[in-house]
């Protein structure tokens, strides 16, 4: 069964660094997302992509932040500079292009440690 | 984007039937519920999505009134592994979603 998987399982950075946290959806789908999920809290949605853009983003997503797909099946995180508050669980997830459905398929998700 | 309310938890013993409600008052003409399950450490999972009266797949059912403003995820006969914390999601097909707090459902022996 395709899955989407995600890159590296675990980050460690220091505070101000750069990072980048990568995804291959699943190879037909269409539409690709980031969420992140905070220790004990709930899933929050950072941004959806589709057709090589952004189409839609949450107030989380600021300019710290930015996506790629840089190849077929790569789709990435970016993170610019790094704050203790960043730490959480990021997940990627992915839609097909029949968009009859709310079925996003997630990835195993990133854990990012901001020190 | 429809406001849901669910439970923060529930508790329920294996072999048992669990039914989840959620409600969503504003919901809108084209939008579906869905629901999702989430296990520690893993991603959501999708389980079962419907817009009207019941839907039915090998792991749950769906029931929705015909006011659509509740909806209830129904598992029959749970197990200790299906001690997660099951999402409700109002929104039209193919847009962005956003989770609540979800229910926190534990199975005990």
């Known amino acids: 069964e395709p899955e989407v998987t995600q890159t590296p399982s675990h980050q460690v950075t220091q505070m101000g660094q750069e990072v980048i946290l990568r995804c291959v959806p699943i190879s037909n789908h269409l539409y690709f997302y980031w969420y992140r999920q905070i220790l004990g809290q709930k899933v929050e949605f950072l941004v959806s992509?589709?057709?090589?853009?952004?189409?839609?983003k949450s107030e989380i997503f600021d300019d710290q932040f930015s996506v790629e797909r840089p190849d077929g099946s790569n789709f990435t995180l970016k993170i610019r500079s790094t704050k203790l508050e960043d730490s959480a669980m990021y997940f990627c997830?992915?839609?097909?292009?029949?968009?009859?459905?709310?079925?996003?398929?997630f990835g195993p998700g990133t854990r990012l440690t901001v020190l | 984007l429809a406001k849901t309310t669910q439970p923060i938890s529930m508790d329920s013993y294996e072999g048992q039937e669990v039914n989840i409600t959620c409600s969503h008052n504003n919901i809108a003409t084209n939008d579906y519920i869905t629901w999702y399950q989430q296990f520690p450490s893993q991603g959501p999972r999708f389980i079962i999505q419907g817009y009207k009266t019941k839907v039915t797949n090998e792991v749950a059912s769906l029931f929705i009134p015909a006011d659509r403003k509740s909806s209830t995820l129904s598992l029959p006969r749970v197990s200790l592994s299906d001690t997660a914390v099951y999402y409700c999601?109002?929104?039209?097909?193919?847009?962005?979603?956003?989770f609540g707090a979800g229910t926190r459902l534990t199975v005990k022996p």
């Open positions: 999601l109002v929104a039209p097909p193919g847009n962005d979603m956003r």
């Open positions: 997830a992915s839609s097909g292009g029949v968009v009859t459905y709310n079925e996003q398929f």
């Open positions: 992509f589709y057709n090589n853009e952004i189409s839609e």
